[in-house]
């Protein structure tokens, strides 16, 4: 059974840090392309950022600078690191998988607010 688990969300001020984890199983997990997607309230799932299989990483615009993906392969796990948070940050935040045919997973994703 595959299964991709997000934690790490929460309420945190502008300017401030969250790392989230998708802890992955069931998967061979050095072969999936893994991403991160957020959803605002009232708003389209937008892309966030990616890392290849081989770590190749991109980014959105409006986290570029600000927001780090990162994996670890013997954990079977993707990171997102985000610093300098703003208001617009706020979403939920899923974590995706993509397998080298396509086929894709999602986790149930984890709240992220960022308010003062």
């Known amino acids: 059974q595959v299964q991709l688990v997000e934690s790490g969300g929460g309420l945190v001020q502008p300017g401030g840090s969250l790392r989230l984890t998708c802890a992955t199983s069931?998967?061979?997990?050095?072969?999936?392309?893994m991403a991160w997607y957020r959803q605002a309230p009232g708003k389209q799932r937008e892309y966030v950022a990616d890392?290849?299989?081989?770590?190749?990483?991109n980014y959105a615009d409006s986290v570029k600078g600000r927001f780090t993906i990162s994996r670890d392969n013997a954990k079977n796990t993707v990171y997102l690191q985000m610093n300098n948070l703003k208001f617009e940050d706020t979403a939920v935040y899923y974590c995706?998988?993509?397998?080298?045919?396509?086929?894709?997973?999602w986790g149930q994703g984890t709240q992220v607010t960022v308010s003062s």
């Open positions: 995706n998988g993509a397998d080298p045919e396509g086929v894709e997973y």
């Open positions: 890392i290849m299989s081989y770590g190749l990483t």
């Open positions: 069931g998967i061979i997990f050095s072969i999936y392309n």
